[in-house]
């Protein structure tokens, strides 16, 4: 059975048909990612995914259950997670606090008890301290756990990001963009960790510009152009897609120097 | 090992309890005393505004309202209805966390700018409210306060008013350092940052801050009452927009995010004045001085400007 159903989806900002009348679905373990040159729409529809915008246009189901109204706090405690393409990091916190906050939807929250600070919520922090530094383990960040969030590397807060939505222990990863900006050997990691969490049975749904990457993780792949569906299926398929290559890996050839890297 | 030691959620408080009994054990005089004390009352309002503006980012240009309706509880309940005074702390400390409930909701949904005129406005309402109705609250003039009794015994000397605030502000302080060692504590500092990935991690960001402002208001709401019960005399001020900037300028002079920070604010703002009435005519133009330099040199405030320092030499 499909985990998340998008049924076209669109939203318009003023005008703009930013997302047109996109459907896909994902079922538990999957890696699906969507790909597309820049302004095609891809975060947009992380955005409508995730409730941080509402469609104005055909439904997103989770489990079945129509989800499209929902707000991003309640899709997170129904098992969905994401990460930001432009980090959206909690910059004062420790880098161990950041991941904590991950678990907040397994935490208690009776705010008498934390006034008090009973000792079962003392209990509950050793808790969540130490499910946080497994994940941080996971994305090699437990040397840096005490450290101000703010005071990190890029490629560590690409992967503080991951650790944070993966505290939640989502059934399904949004993950927009976790390679970009990050170097070759950084890139190679997050592709090793990417493919050991669908391992576990999250479904993943990956937004990348590395084409690389997307080629060599993905089950599936669909590829947005001004906010339509281009084309959908297989790696391989996609790649010798004549519109595809039109519209998106020809655009280095037609324009040489172009706009992205 | 120092560090280990300074993240226990007891060394703050104890910190705070000892200097307290120190200055407490070695101040001269019944005017020192009174000063003193007017600093705990003080930072008792600026350790609640520290959880919402310091640690959660929301700013509240009205806090001195709820100052005003708990100081205005224990003038006005004992004198027309004949509640007792300690009853009527309690009853100032409901309605103010009443109140915070339900305009809170409302009011949160506002950003920045926006959140700082609501508030305002909310200030200015209570202000008013206090002025105008002369047949409850005695209107400009104020009025009288009756003196409290505890165990039978009245109490008036500064000296155990001075007592009485240091013990309600480290319970407060307590409070506060618990709160932010739990679940909605990360929540509340998590949302100040960014307040959408705080929303993709869960968090009911509506629901924190209206815990947080309700929490802020009590604690000023308490500090009126004190304040109120101390001095035997209220007047409508102490609901004023003036007031409400003072304890906003406690907390960021002080340290945003450092609830010995805001006890900090709370000295200066409390002591300075009367130190620099020396001068006369110069005490405001010395106090704006000093705290323009103060933002200027120290931007994130005295105590964690200097925490860092001291870190840094360390290490």
Request: aromatic share 6%.
């Amino acid at each position: 059975m499909n985990l998340l159903s998008v049924e076209h989806l669109g939203i318009s900002f003023g005008g703009v048909r930013a997302v047109d009348d996109v459907s896909f679905s994902i079922s538990p373990g999957e890696i699906f990612s969507i790909i597309g040159p820049n302004g095609a729409g891809k975060t947009t529809l992380f955005n409508l995914i995730s409730g941080v915008y509402r469609s104005d246009m055909g439904r997103v189901t989770l489990r079945g259950d129509d989800v499209s109204r929902l707000p991003p706090e309640a899709l997170a405690s129904r098992g969905l997670a994401r990460t930001f393409q432009n980090l959206q990091i909690f910059a004062r916190m420790s880098v161990e606090e950041n991941v904590m906050v991950g678990l907040h939807r397994h935490e208690t929250r009776n705010v008498l008890a934390h006034l008090l600070g009973l000792p079962s919520v003392m209990a509950e922090n050793r808790r969540t301290r130490d499910e946080a530094r497994r994940y941080l383990d996971m994305l090699h960040l437990r040397q840096v756990a005490d450290e101000v969030a703010g005071s990190l590397s890029y490629g560590e807060l690409k992967r503080l990001e991951i650790a944070r939505a993966m505290a939640s222990r989502p059934d399904i990863l949004l993950l927009d963009e976790p390679a970009a900006g990050c170097n070759p050997t950084e890139t190679a990691e997050i592709d090793e960790i990417i493919v050991s969490i669908a391992r576990t049975g999250v479904a993943i749904l990956l937004v990348e510009h590395d084409m690389k990457l997307v080629m060599g993780v993905s089950d599936r792949v669909l590829v947005l152009n001004q906010g339509r569906v281009l084309a959908e299926g297989a790696p391989d398929e996609v790649a010798r897609n004549p519109s595809v290559i039109d519209a998106y890996l020809g655009h280095d050839k037609g324009a040489a120097g172009g706009d992205h890297v | 090992m120092m560090a280990r030691f300074r993240q226990n959620r007891w060394f703050e408080p104890a910190l705070i309890a000892l200097i307290i009994i120190i200055i407490g054990l070695v101040l001269p005089s019944t005017y020192y005393f009174r000063i003193a004390t007017l600093v705990l009352i003080a930072g008792l309002s600026a350790t609640g505004l520290n959880l919402l503006l310091g640690y959660a980012g929301q700013i509240s240009l009205g806090h001195a309202g709820f100052v005003g309706i708990g100081a205005y509880a224990v003038a006005v309940l004992p004198a027309k209805f004949a509640v007792p005074s300690l009853l009527a702390i309690f009853c100032g400390t409901l309605v103010s966390g009443v109140v915070a409930l339900i305009i809170g909701r409302p009011i949160l949904r506002l950003k920045d700018h926006f959140l700082a005129v609501a508030t305002l406005a909310f200030g200015i309402l209570i202000a008013m409210v206090l002025n105008n109705e002369q047949w409850l609250t005695g209107g400009p003039d104020g009025m009288a306060v009756s003196r409290i009794e505890l165990f039978g015994i009245r109490i008036r000397s500064a000296q155990s008013w001075y007592w009485i605030s240091g013990t309600v502000l480290v319970l407060a302080v307590v409070l506060a350092r618990n709160l932010l060692d739990s679940s909605t504590g990360r929540a509340l500092r998590a949302l100040h940052d960014s307040e959408v990935a705080a929303r993709s991690a869960g968090i009911d960001v509506a629901r924190i801050k209206s815990i947080v402002f309700v929490i802020s208001a009590v604690f000023a709401s308490l500090s009126g009452s004190l304040y109120a019960l101390f001095n035997g005399h209220v007047t409508p001020d102490i609901a004023s927009f003036l007031n409400s900037i003072e304890i906003v300028t406690m907390v960021v002079l002080g340290g945003m995010g450092s609830l010995s920070g805001g006890l900090v604010g709370a000295v200066i703002l409390v002591v300075l004045p009367q130190a620099l009435s020396f001068f006369h005519e110069y005490e405001h133009l010395l106090l704006g001085v000093l705290m323009i330099l103060i933002l200027v040199f120290m931007r994130a405030g005295i105590v964690p400007t200097l925490a860092a320092r001291w870190a840094r030499g360390r290490l």
